[in-house]
């Protein structure tokens, strides 16, 4: 088993930056693809990022891209998610996911989530 928890979520004005966190514990070593993923009230979960075990591959959602930078310390067996120029529209409980098999974009394919950590972004 696997155990994520998220933290680095607030209330942050539009324009702003943040720097989520995801902690792994657990059989560590079966993770191979760790992923970002997102919320917002009355809507569809989304993918935001995605990052392999390696770091050498990266993916990211067209919303986000240049804006937002996924990594990874294994050592520390942490996740980032260093969110620049946010917007109104960043707005949403932000979830990590653990995957076993390769890079997905899809959250259907990660075997692991955490709890999730809410981002507020004012205009």
């Known amino acids: 088993q696997v155990q994520l928890v998220e933290a680095g979520g607030g209330l942050v004005q539009a324009g702003g930056s943040l720097r989520l966190s995801c902690a792994s514990s657990g059989v560590t070593f079966s993770i191979n693809a760790m992923g970002w993923f997102r919320q917002a009230p009355g809507k569809e979960r989304e993918f935001v990022a995605a990052?392999?075990?390696?770091?050498?591959?990266?993916y990211y959602a067209d919303s986000v891209k240049a804006r937002f930078t996924i990594s990874r310390d294994n050592a520390k067996h942490t996740t980032y998610l260093q969110m620049n120029s946010l917007k109104p529209e960043d707005t949403a409980v932000y979830y990590c996911?653990?995957?076993?098999?390769?890079?997905?974009?899809?959250?259907?394919?990660?075997?692991?989530w955490g709890q999730g950590t809410q981002v507020t972004v004012s205009s």
């Open positions: 990052i392999t075990r390696s770091g050498d591959l990266t």
């Open positions: 996911a653990a995957k076993l098999g390769n890079i997905a974009t899809t959250g259907r394919w990660y075997d692991y």
